[in-house]
């Protein structure tokens, strides 16, 4: 939830992106979907958003090879 953007927000992101992936290949999950998690009623800014989860998979891909393909859903042009 954005409070801000004091309050750690963007870890909070990160982290959430790096568990997710982390238990996709725990499970054998070859291919995941992510929305723009937070972006919406939590109002994390969506710019903001988009450079933490592009970042944090970049850095998963290329460390693992246990997630053959990652998607971003997005639900508005905007976005």
């Known amino acids: 939830m954005w409070r801000g953007g ?3 927000e963007d ?7 790096r568990n997710s992936l982390a238990l ?3 499970h054998g999950v070859r291919i ?5 998690i937070s972006t919406g009623v ?6 903001r958003a988009a450079r933490i989860a592009l970042s944090e998979v970049t850095r998963f891909l ?4 246990a997630v053959d393909q990652v998607v971003f859903v997005c639900f508005s ?3």
Do not use: N, S, V
């Open 24 to 26: 996709a290949g725990q």
């Open 6 to 8: 004091g309050h750690g």
């Open 32 to 36: 995941i979907a992510f929305p723009a």
């Open 77 to 79: 042009r905007r976005d």
């Open 62 to 65: 290329g460390a693992h090879a």
């Open 42 to 47: 939590y109002g994390f800014p969506i710019e």
């Open 11 to 17: 870890e909070l992101l990160a982290a959430c992106y």
